[in-house]
């Protein structure tokens, strides 16, 4: 596992806007971390990464939120109002969490597949996960469960 | 006769009308159905709108004391939303226009959030005679945005938010506090028990000179002030402080820069929808900074602010009034539609 960290939502957003760049079609990468971890300030720099100009806000509410202009097509997910894999399902979403026709981006990920599916050997189509920590009101401690950061 | 049609998010909704008067206007979640349909199933499963949706219809029908024959026209939200739950309602709508030979329209539902503020009476009905330029707040759950709404049915986003929408830093500051899910309509609740002036809480963007919004800090701050008091939330009295604190930073950003943006573009009239439009901290401050710089208000009425089939039904029947074309039987929803275009 692959663990850094950062000290401000600018860096944050870097660190997402780097793991973007190696990002291949039909990834998933699940996101888990409390409110306020920074989950979206690093989907924010994803996109850009990917090369979007879209305008990233929180897909809370609306669940799904889709960016193009990039290089890829991002799907931005966020499970919190869900709590089951089956009400995942029932949404409409499990195409976006097993085969995106692009590249998922999921909050709350852990909503659809538990605290700690491993992903070693991830091939397209296939989960890897990153973990936000708070460390302090500045610091994010982000650990990569994944090859191909 | 027209009948509308709306499943972007978590709402199914059906409303009948005819000449800007609103007929019925049936929200699946408000009402229980019949024993028959199995009765109201839960939100959020977007199959469900499938279910949901013949019921609701017929139900709309009957309080309009219409039937399927009486529909001249039919229309559905076709964007933006969960593509799913856009699919539902919007499929359902052009199999009902195709199979009775009728004209669809399929209408974006933040243009059609710009004119629930302009339904009224009773029974309610679209009151566009009473129509002028103006300055459209739509905050909600999943939105909140700012919108000059120039003439009927011409409008520029004029900003919005660049995170969370108000509505979501409501509920989420409400997880933060362990209130129950979703805790807005709760923390609006507390709040008008609590000094607003008791906890200072940041008001992101306040001074910056355009229309965008940003709550993410503010949820972000709360949690660590919670971090720094534990035991305060504890206190019932400090809870509703704590409450009233929070939602005047949320209005006070959300109100200032409305009647920033009214004054600057020169329109003498502000309105409000959506989902928090409700919120009563926010209906009050609306009132009075709009009484105070001699602004006309008028906020959606409150059954009317979250989602509805009426608004979109409203907005299909003006722009039908206006000539427009309907929206051909080959065309998709369109999950990403954006206001502009």
């Given at each position: 596992?692959?663990i850094?960290?950062?000290?401000?939502?600018?860096?944050?957003?870097?660190?997402?806007?780097?793991?973007?760049?190696?990002?291949?079609?039909?990834?998933?990468?699940?996101?888990?971390?409390?409110?306020?971890?920074?989950?979206?300030?690093?989907?924010?720099g994803?996109?850009?990464?990917?090369?979007?100009?879209?305008?990233?806000?929180?897909?809370?509410?609306?669940l799904?939120?889709?960016?193009?202009?990039?290089?890829?097509?991002?799907?931005?997910?966020?499970?919190?109002?869900?709590?089951t894999?089956?009400?995942?399902?029932?949404?409409?979403l499990?195409?976006?969490?097993?085969?995106?026709?692009?590249?998922?981006?999921?909050?709350?990920?852990?909503?659809?597949?538990?605290e700690?599916q491993?992903?070693?050997?991830?091939?397209?189509?296939?989960l890897r996960?990153?973990?936000?920590?708070t460390?302090?009101?500045?610091?994010?401690?982000?650990?990569?469960?994944?090859?191909?950061? | 006769?027209?009948?509308?049609?709306?499943?972007?998010?978590?709402?199914t909704?059906?409303?009948?009308?005819?000449?800007?008067v609103?007929?019925?206007?049936?929200?699946?979640s408000?009402?229980?159905l019949h024993?028959?349909?199995?009765?109201?199933v839960?939100?959020?499963?977007?199959?469900?709108h499938?279910?949901?949706?013949?019921?609701?219809?017929?139900?709309?029908?009957?309080?309009?004391?219409?039937s399927?024959?009486?529909?001249?026209?039919?229309?559905?939200?076709?964007?933006?939303?969960?593509?799913?739950?856009?699919?539902?309602?919007?499929?359902?709508a052009?199999?009902?226009?195709?199979?009775?030979?009728?004209?669809?329209?399929?209408?974006?539902?933040?243009?059609?959030h710009?004119?629930?503020?302009?339904?009224?009476?009773?029974?309610?009905?679209?009151?566009?005679?009473?129509?002028?330029?103006?300055?459209?707040l739509?905050?909600?759950?999943?939105?909140?945005?700012?919108?000059?709404?120039?003439?009927?049915?011409?409008?520029?986003?004029?900003g919005?938010?660049?995170?969370?929408?108000?509505?979501?830093?409501?509920?989420?500051?409400?997880?933060?506090?362990?209130?129950?899910?979703?805790?807005?309509?709760?923390?609006?609740?507390?709040?008008?028990?609590?000094?607003?002036?008791a906890?200072?809480?940041?008001?992101?963007?306040?001074?910056?000179?355009?229309?965008?919004?940003?709550f993410?800090?503010?949820k972000?701050?709360?949690?660590?002030?919670?971090?720094?008091?534990?035991?305060?939330?504890?206190?019932?009295?400090?809870?509703?402080?704590?409450?009233?604190?929070?939602?005047?930073?949320?209005?006070?950003?959300?109100?200032?820069?409305?009647?920033?943006?009214a004054?600057?573009?020169?329109?003498?009239?502000?309105?409000?929808?959506?989902?928090?439009?409700?919120?009563?901290?926010?209906?009050?401050?609306?009132e009075l900074?709009?009484?105070?710089?001699?602004?006309?208000?008028?906020?959606?009425?409150?059954?009317?602010?979250?989602?509805?089939?009426a608004?979109?039904?409203?907005?299909?029947?003006?722009?039908?009034r206006?000539?427009?074309?309907?929206?051909?039987?080959?065309?998709?929803?369109r999950?990403?539609?954006?206001?502009?275009?």
């Amino acid at each position: 596992m692959l663990i850094t960290r950062t000290h401000s939502v600018a860096e944050t957003e870097a660190a997402g806007e780097s793991f973007a760049r190696s990002v291949q079609p039909g990834w998933v990468i699940g996101l888990s971390g409390d409110l306020g971890a920074g989950k979206t300030a690093f989907v924010r720099g994803f996109a850009r990464g990917l090369g979007s100009p879209a305008r990233v806000h929180s897909p809370t509410f609306a669940l799904l939120n889709e960016y193009e202009g990039g290089r890829l097509r991002l799907f931005h997910l966020d499970l919190y109002r869900l709590n089951t894999a089956e009400e995942i399902r029932g949404a409409g979403l499990e195409d976006y969490v097993t085969r995106p026709d692009g590249v998922s981006v999921v909050e709350w990920i852990e909503r659809w597949c538990g605290e700690s599916q491993a992903t070693e050997g991830a091939g397209p189509g296939t989960l890897r996960r990153i973990y936000l920590r708070t460390v302090d009101e500045q610091t994010r401690e982000i650990a990569y469960d994944c090859a191909g950061a | 006769m027209l009948l509308a049609l709306e499943t972007s998010c978590d709402e199914t909704s059906a409303a009948v009308l005819r000449d800007g008067v609103i007929l019925a206007n049936v929200v699946a979640s408000q009402v229980r159905l019949h024993a028959e349909y199995g009765g109201v199933v839960p939100e959020l499963a977007t199959r469900e709108h499938l279910r949901n949706l013949l019921p609701v219809v017929h139900e709309a029908l009957d309080q309009a004391g219409a039937s399927i024959g009486d529909l001249t026209a039919v229309a559905a939200t076709r964007g933006p939303g969960l593509p799913a739950a856009l699919m539902a309602g919007f499929t359902s709508a052009q199999a009902l226009a195709f199979a009775r030979g009728l004209p669809l329209y399929g209408v974006h539902h933040h243009e059609a959030h710009l004119y629930s503020p302009w339904i009224g009476g009773q029974p309610p009905a679209a009151q566009f005679d009473q129509f002028e330029p103006n300055v459209s707040l739509i905050v909600s759950g999943g939105h909140t945005m700012l919108v000059h709404v120039r003439g009927e049915l011409d409008h520029t986003v004029i900003g919005s938010t660049l995170d969370d929408a108000a509505g979501e830093c409501f509920d989420k500051v409400s997880k933060l506090l362990g209130l129950p899910y979703p805790g807005g309509p709760l923390l609006d609740r507390l709040a008008a028990e609590g000094n607003p002036a008791a906890f200072e809480f940041p008001r992101p963007l306040l001074a910056e000179p355009n229309f965008d919004f940003s709550f993410s800090g503010l949820k972000t701050s709360v949690r660590y002030f919670l971090e720094k008091h534990p035991d305060l939330a504890d206190d019932p009295q400090a809870l509703r402080d704590l409450c009233a604190s929070v939602q005047a930073a949320i209005v006070e950003v959300l109100v200032a820069k409305t009647v920033r943006a009214a004054r600057q573009l020169g329109v003498k009239c502000v309105t409000a929808s959506g989902g928090v439009s409700c919120n009563s901290g926010l209906r009050r401050e609306l009132e009075l900074r709009c009484a105070k710089r001699g602004l006309r208000l008028r906020v959606a009425e409150k059954r009317l602010c979250t989602d509805n089939a009426a608004m979109i039904g409203v907005l299909a029947e003006r722009q039908i009034r206006a000539g427009k074309a309907p929206t051909p039987f080959d065309e998709e929803t369109r999950p990403g539609w954006s206001l502009e275009r």
